[in-house]
């Protein structure tokens, strides 16, 4: 039975993370003490998932085991790779587990001797798995804070796993761009599936295949190069594939692989790179077997995908999609999506609805379950149209309108609305003699030099109390000056200096000024009468075909 301290009652409790800080080294170095240790401090407080230790007894225990004092070893022996390796530490991790998984003097050449020292100091106290691994996660938020897409972030990772489920244990697993296998190791049982993978670079592919070989986990296989360029892996049909592709990348091989028989959606556009990596997951997907695809957001809207996307939703293979929260990825606030593709096992074994789930409203460290608000399975059929948008928002949104409400709410705006307009159309009765601008007039020019008119945006100004701006604006409008302003293309541009406005005493001008403002708020109320005309003959059409509305008695 191991011997932990009893912890003190009554003291200050810390957390694994604050426990990392105070000893200088990774949360997962932490995570190994308390197994490997006996008398590591128990926890006083906090949950299964989330313990919480006495401050002074992990005090007493760091000072003990001498892991509180100056700089760790682990500390110092990323600083010696960081010294020898700078941005290229991929090569210095691989470096470090290559000297583990060699014989004895076996040493990488571009390991510096007081890594080698350091590395060796480490794995003769603990096990080479336990100092890879930590190397890995301090590797991954060093990559987290630098803001690079470099790997998979530890919030993708724990949403890919959540939403792959269950990985039975004798079951294969393939990634076809797996890095330094974030992805890969981290779903399904860690001992059991057989793990396949492959990546472009070389000094990353080298690394995880070690790192998978110091920690324990047997039926690992990762080998280099361009999956998409030379598949090492043509007949592998696995039962579950994951990947986070390259991003944004063009030159992806489309040229060389026009004809090849993986696109079976359709070709992908060179801008379209995320749905050749698709395509290819798909491919290598036994009968049953799904695939499990991290995505940016644009990939479901983008104009060049529509085709290969309405051939995915038409046949039946797309089954769902995850917007997951802002923050999930490690460079940018954007949300990323997973899509989640079943290869059919026989030809009636499709799905008719595609599950969208929208989790963008929460927190990138919060609960990946979602709510009831948070789901729409949408019909195939509503998915077909001209744009085939798949955004999980837009569709959660609209399964989970009130048509009824929002119907009847339109209805009684528009009828408040078109009461108004009657209202607003002013009283005119029949003119009696010449057209106004016949009898004597004044140019807006000759306003403007008098001082009693300001050149405004987009019209002219009355700025004297001689002038009514209403009716100035109004006769601005009128035919006469309209085809003023009219050039002979057709083109109308408002010519305020050269219109003409009637010579009227000031009473005069404000009858017509009111009757020209009625005018404009009559124009301005229809407008808005044929915007609700337009929303409530939409809604009422897309309720109608949904279900959402029937006709009345």
């Not at 997962?28 to 401050?55: H, I, K, M, Q, T």
């Not at 797309?318 to 929260?325: E, G, N, S, W």
């Not at 954007?334 to 079943?342: A, E, G, K, N, S």
């Not at 729409?376 to 149209?385: C, G, M, W």
């Amino acid at each position: 039975m191991a011997d932990h301290p009893a912890p003190p009652v009554g003291g200050p409790l810390v957390a694994g993370s604050e426990i990392a800080r105070l000893a200088g080294v990774t949360r997962a170095a932490v995570s190994n003490w308390r197994r490997r240790y006996e008398d590591f401090p128990a926890p006083a407080g906090g949950g299964a998932n989330s313990p919480l230790f006495d401050l002074a007894a992990v005090q007493a225990w760091l000072d003990k085991q001498r892991k509180g004092q100056g700089v760790s070893e682990e500390v110092q022996l990323w600083q010696a790779l960081r010294a020898a390796y700078g941005d290229e530490m991929v090569g210095g991790l691989a470096d470090v587990a290559q000297l583990f998984a060699g014989v004895e003097g076996d040493v990488p050449e571009a390991l510096p001797a007081d890594a080698v020292r350091l590395a060796r100091q480490l794995g003769g106290s603990g096990s080479p798995g336990d100092v890879v691994s930590a190397l890995t996660e301090r590797f991954t938020e060093s990559v987290r804070r630098a803001g690079s897409d470099q790997v998979t972030s530890p919030r993708i990772v724990h949403a890919v796993r959540h939403f792959a489920g269950e990985v039975p244990a004798d079951a294969t697993l393939f990634d076809p761009a797996c890095g330094i296998g974030t992805l890969l190791l981290a779903v399904g049982p860690e001992l059991g599936p057989t793990r396949c993978g492959q990546e472009a670079d070389a000094r990353s592919a080298r690394f995880a295949q070690l790192r998978a070989d110091l920690t324990g986990r047997t039926g690992v296989d990762i080998l280099a190069g361009d999956s998409l360029r030379g598949d090492h892996w043509p007949d592998l049909k696995a039962d579950l594939v994951v990947c986070d592709p390259p991003v944004g990348a063009t030159d992806w091989g489309r040229e060389d692989l026009l004809l090849d028989p993986r696109w079976e959606f359709g070709t992908p556009s060179r801008a379209e790179g995320e749905l050749a990596w698709l395509q290819h997951a798909y491919a290598h997907t036994a009968p049953g077997g799904r695939v499990l695809m991290v995505m940016p957001a644009s990939v479901a809207y983008r104009k060049a995908g529509r085709r290969i996307r309405a051939e995915l939703v038409r046949r039946g293979i797309l089954t769902h999609i995850i917007a997951l929260p802002p923050g999930s990825a490690a460079s940018h606030a954007l949300p990323v999506h997973l899509w989640l593709l079943r290869r059919p096992q026989c030809p009636d074994d499709n799905v008719a609805r595609v599950r969208m789930v929208d989790l963008t409203a929460n927190h990138p460290d919060g609960p990946l379950e979602p709510g009831p608000d948070q789901t729409a399975d949408v019909p195939l059929i509503e998915l077909l149209d001209d744009t085939v948008d798949l955004t999980p928002g837009r569709h959660v949104e609209e399964s989970h309108r009130d048509y009824a409400t929002e119907y009847r709410s339109l209805q009684r705006e528009l009828a408040e609305q078109v009461r108004l307009l009657a209202d607003l159309l002013p009283t005119l009765m029949a003119g009696v003699g010449p057209s106004a601008l016949e009898g004597p007039s004044v140019s807006v020019a000759d306003l403007a030099r008098a001082g009693l008119v300001e050149y405004g945006d987009p019209e002219p100004v009355s700025v004297s109390d001689q002038l009514d701006t209403d009716y100035l604006q109004g006769f601005l409008r009128s035919a006469a000056n309209t085809r003023r302003s009219t050039s002979a293309s057709g083109t109308y541009r408002l010519d305020g200096k050269g219109a003409r406005i009637p010579q009227m005493d000031i009473a005069e001008q404000r009858r017509y000024g009111a009757a020209f403002r009625a005018l404009q708020e009559f124009e301005e109320r229809a407008r808005k009468v044929a915007e609700l005309s337009k929303q409530a003959a939409a809604l009422a059409r897309d309720g109608l075909g949904n279900g959402a509305l029937a006709p009345g008695d």
